[in-house]
């Protein structure tokens, strides 16, 4: 008998612990980990960005664990009891905005400018789709201050690493939105195949999305495509100088794709270095979604209001494209739909036009044209995200 | 619970809708800038397919 007692004694602490839980708030790392886990259902289940949502919906478990180790944990004074893997991993490598920056040269040299460079013009879907990064801020600015307002705005450039810069320089790391602003930029990006299809379809007739869009097969020279990354970085480089870490590194990454000679290395950027950033990057920013940060008012605001800059990019992007109609002679009009892909989000964006257009008419097949735009979006978001830090940032 | 509400109360006494309309200069000047840059981007491009199109 007293063998067992001193065994009840020895396991005490289990019941110290779950009493400490509920007296913690629970219901909050309950509310977390039904949301860790549906960010994991939606990753594997309906294979929305696995590579993005599993990752963080599996560390925002394991930072809502009480107390738990992933993290660094403070005293009450804020001096550390102990330093987190996590926590660690978040200074070394999106504080400083290290991994975004590094993934671009990933992005980079996945992205294929060849349909862009045939038919140039369909950039100016890219700089239309930005009208929901504006519009957003403006919306945001009635509730939050001008650099919040401009940091949740950027959720609606659709390019998760763009949204960490632009945060991070605006507010600082530490910042309690910072976590919810990424987050929203990467669960949006995600399901922009249910955003999306929508909008364009409230917004166009069934007319306008038969319109067919016959695609023009240039050659394109190599010299051409190593020229086009160095020039864009100069252009938005002296435009926006805080966009040319942003760009520079997206074109860098590009320039090693195509510049012929570094293919081994093209190759690593595209697999190897893309991959290992995004596992890192994606259990790294659940680091901001502890339950105390992130249960709150102003995260569902802000989800709110990402959403809302999503909308409005799509709208801004085909109401433009409508716009352009009006002046275009009858046989040269365009589909209004491959405005909507002007949004960052590759190439995720360009399919969901082409799929649409299948939809509508099973000859009708937008797919390069969406793909130009869509790798605009790219170019145009990231452009815009400068422009805001260069208005905001003192 | 209690902090979330007087979070919310402080987000909702904060409500400036004056903001919006003062901000909009940003959005005009946003939206210009974006379309100059591409558009200059744009013109680039096409030059550069003019002088180096494979014949």
Sequence with gaps: MDFLMDILKELSFLVENLSAFVEAG???????????????YLAIRHDMEPTLLLPMGFGTILVNIPSSGAITRFTETG??????????????????????LILFIGIGAMIDF?????????????????????????????????????????????????AIVVANKLLGADNDITGAIMVAAYSYMALVPIIQPPVIKLLT?????????????????KLTKILFPIVITVVAGVVAPESVSLIGFLMFGNLIRECGVLNSLSDTAQKVLANLITIFLGITIACQMEASKFLNVNTLLILGLGLFAFIFDTA?????????????????????????????AFPMSGRVVHKLGLKEDPQNF??????????SGQIASVIAGGLILSFFMK | MLNNLILAKSIFSAFNPMAFVDNLKYM????????????????????????????
């Design chain 1, 26 to 40: 629970g219901w909050k790392y309950l509310a977390m980990w039904a949301i860790g886990g549906v960010l994991i």
């Design chain 1, 79 to 100: 001096e550390v009891i102990s330093e987190g893997a996590l926590t660690t991993l978040f200074n070394a490598g999106i504080a400083n905005e290290l991994f975004p």
């Design chain 1, 114 to 162: 060849g349909p862009l460079l045939t038919n140039p013009k369909l950039m100016i879907f890219g700089a239309a789709a930005q009208f929901g990064i504006f519009f957003t801020f403006c919306m945001a600015s009635m509730f939050f201050t001008t650099n919040e307002a401009a940091s949740i705005g950027i959720i609606g450039a659709a390019d998760g690493p763009t």
């Design chain 1, 205 to 221: 007739t069934k007319k306008e999305r038969l319109i067919r869009m016959p695609y023009e097969q240039k050659q394109v020279s």
């Design chain 1, 316 to 344: 801004g992007g085909v109401i433009f494209a409508k716009f352009l109609n009006l002046f275009l002679p009858k046989g040269k009009k365009i589909n209004p739909m491959i405005g909507a892909a002007g949004i960052s």
């Design chain 1, 366 to 375: 937008l797919l390069m044209q969406s793909i130009g735009v869509n790798v």
């Design chain 2, 28 to 55: 005009l000047s946003g939206m210009i800038a974006i379309f100059i840059v591409i558009g200059i981007i744009i013109i680039i491009t096409v030059i550069l397919n003019k002088i180096f199109s494979k014949k």
